[in-house]
């Protein structure tokens, strides 16, 4: 398995209305971090805070200049904010493989019980401990 190569496709596939935050982290960005919770309207993020609509993309993705291979890679703004859904990402290897994800390689897709025991070790910091 790969490193994150930021190709952006989950953040721009789940940020259109697949992407939730919690209720405590949606009051700790209501304290300590308006920016951010400008975009939730009623529990719902990434809502548009003009229209209350929601946005077709996240907000805080950004596209980099492309890398030395000239492939445009992405960013969080909020990266250390970013919404628990996004940490957790990618939980299965079905769900890689479903949004193509570029960590997969070759051999993960001949052995997906192994790969998805190396995604869970390569995750085990980001994951809640009951999970
Ligand atoms: S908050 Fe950050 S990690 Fe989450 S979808 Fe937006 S850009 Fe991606
Ligand atoms: S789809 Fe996979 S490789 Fe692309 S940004 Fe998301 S986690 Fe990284």
């Not at 909020?78 to 079905?94: A, G, L, N, Q």
């Amino acid at each position: 398995m790969k490193s994150c190569t930021q190709c952006g496709k989950c953040c721009t596939k789940y940020s259109d209305g697949g992407l939730a935050a919690s209720q405590s982290e949606i009051e700790l960005w209501d304290i300590f971090r308006p920016d951010i919770y400008q975009y939730v309207r009623n529990g719902d993020i990434w809502i548009d805070p003009a229209t209350g609509n929601p946005l077709k993309r996240c907000p805080w993705l950004r596209a980099a200049p492309a890398n030395q291979t000239g492939k445009t890679i992405f960013t969080c703004d909020i990266y250390d904010d970013r919404p628990d859904d996004c940490k957790h990402y990618p939980v299965t290897i079905e769900q890689m493989i479903n949004d193509d994800c570029e960590m997969l390689e070759e051999k993960d897709l001949k052995t997906p019980k192994q790969a998805q025991k190396t995604l869970d070790k390569l995750m085990f910091d980001s994951r809640p401990p009951f999970e």
